[in-house]
């Protein structure tokens, strides 16, 4: 990470307006720095060979090199940078291919400023962010795709009872607001159990997660 705890960050977007009001509004955030701001995904792949980043936002739809080519050449030569791609379009479509091909997280272009501080300190620390609505998004994918359906085994082995209950309703498309309000706890409870039971399996996102469930046999598949 930057100096002194400060996340340093890269945009590519070929839009001047939103690109020079993206990193203004993030060099505003204490604790984020704007690095290199860059109108194509080939510039910033040069540019991060060097001046290191921490972070890279990139544009989906950019000439030269697109944001999907631009995430896979950063996740082949500079690993340990985390990549968010922006996108207009809040599609499941879009979302799983950005998941697929490496990036570490998905922004809308209509997010607000807190989704995306929050968007990027979660992939810096933890590796992952997906929010709620693009969570969701996926396992109603699986389960309405007959992929997955959310039954349990009585015991997983790895995860203890209250993780399996909070395992069952996220297969049961819930938010974790909703999840919260059902347990009759708080948000971030949840958000803390969610975060551990990810750990525990080294999982990135929930969707990963969920994946792990059916991969060994804790939620039953078609």
């Known amino acids: 990470m930057g100096g002194e705890g400060t996340i340093k960050i890269a945009i590519a977007e070929d839009q001047s307006i939103f690109r020079n009001g993206l990193a203004k509004l993030l060099n505003d955030i204490e604790g984020f720095e704007v690095v290199l701001a860059v109108e194509n995904g080939q510039l910033l792949v040069d540019a991060i060979e060097t001046t290191p980043v921490d972070l890279a936002l990139i544009d989906f739809r950019m000439p030269v090199k697109n944001g999907i080519e631009a995430t896979k050449e950063i996740r082949e030569k500079f690993p340990e ?36 501080q929050l968007a990027i300190r979660s992939a810096v620390e933890t590796g992952y962010y997906l929010n709620d609505r ?89």
Not at 86 to 103: C, K, P, Q, R, W
Not at 134 to 140: C, H, N, P
Not at 195 to 218: D, H, P
């Open 134 to 222: 693009t969570s969701k998004m996926f396992i109603a994918k699986m389960v309405h795709a007959g992929k997955i359906l959310p039954v349990f085994q009585a015991t997983s082995g790895i995860f203890n009872e209250n993780e399996m209950v909070i395992l069952e309703l996220i297969c049961n498309e819930m938010t974790t607001q909703e999840i919260a309000d059902k347990l009759f706890k708080s948000r971030r409870t949840i958000e803390s159990a969610r975060t551990m039971m990810m750990n525990k399996v080294g999982a990135r996102n929930v969707v990963g997660l969920v994946m792990y469930a059916i991969q060994n046999g804790i939620v039953k598949q078609k």
């Open 81 to 116: 940078v985390k990549v968010l791609l922006l996108s207009m379009y809040d599609d499941v479509e879009f979302v799983e291919l950005a998941i697929e091909n490496g990036a570490n997280g998905y922004l809308s272009k209509d997010d607000d400023a807190e989704e995306i």
